[in-house]
């Protein structure tokens, strides 16, 4: 099976190619980006963007994880990164995002994330989609809330980031709150 592109209104939603390493380097590189997530390392060095997009292929037809280059639909240029992290057991996933910093605040990750959990539960049958955020991160939260998922809880000091603990609250939706 190949994973599929779709368009929303202003974005397209595509497999990573090696050609996107530089862009995923400059973008997911900034500080600001890897201070909110949990995998993403800083310095964010050019052959980490090429192992990581490597890695894409088989993870995505072992059915554990799909990632998705969001990019801009007319100029196509790669805003960011919408992905799930697959339990089939479960038929559960873990929704995953960072959008560029010179892109924020244009309602990109919200566009994406929504097109993400329709694929999830449309053509992938999962019955849970839930993602986490740094209690630091209330952007993070607010696109949760925009793409239809609920608050489920607030785990105090889960995480330790850089040394610091973070809180880390999960939303979660299900197949059938969207019906
Ligand atoms: C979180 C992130 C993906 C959001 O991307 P984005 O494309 O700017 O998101 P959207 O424009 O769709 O929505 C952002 C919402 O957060 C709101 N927001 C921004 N800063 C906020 C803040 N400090 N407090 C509360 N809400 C905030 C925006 O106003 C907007 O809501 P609105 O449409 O109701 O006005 C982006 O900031 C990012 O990549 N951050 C770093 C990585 C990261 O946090 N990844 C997620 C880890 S859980």
Not at 49 to 64: P, S
Not at 75 to 91: A, P, Q, R, S, T
Request: charged fraction near 25%; include cysteine; hydrophobic fraction near 35%.
């Amino acid at each position: 099976m190949k994973q599929p592109t779709f368009n929303t209104d202003r974005l397209t939603l595509r497999p990573f190619s090696r050609d996107d390493a530089e862009n995923v380097q400059r973008l997911a590189g900034r500080k600001q980006i890897a201070s909110k997530t949990i995998p993403i390392p800083h310095p964010y060095e050019l052959h980490m963007a090429y192992e990581w997009i490597g890695t894409h292929n088989q993870l995505f037809e072992k059915g554990e994880v799909v990632n998705f280059a969001v990019t801009h639909r007319l100029e196509k240029y790669l805003v960011g990164c919408v992905g799930l992290n697959i339990n089939k057991k479960y038929e559960m996933a873990e929704l995953g995002y960072w959008i560029g910093i010179e892109y924020w605040g244009n309602g990109y990750c919200t566009e994406a994330s929504k097109k993400v959990l329709e694929y999830g539960f449309e053509t992938l049958n999962l019955n849970r989609i839930f993602a986490y955020h740094f209690g630091s991160n209330p952007a993070s939260g607010r696109v949760m809330e925009k793409i239809g998922m609920k608050y489920e809880g607030f785990l105090r000091q889960a995480i330790k980031k850089w040394g610091k603990f973070e809180d880390s609250v999960v939303y979660g939706v299900l197949k059938s709150d969207l019906n």
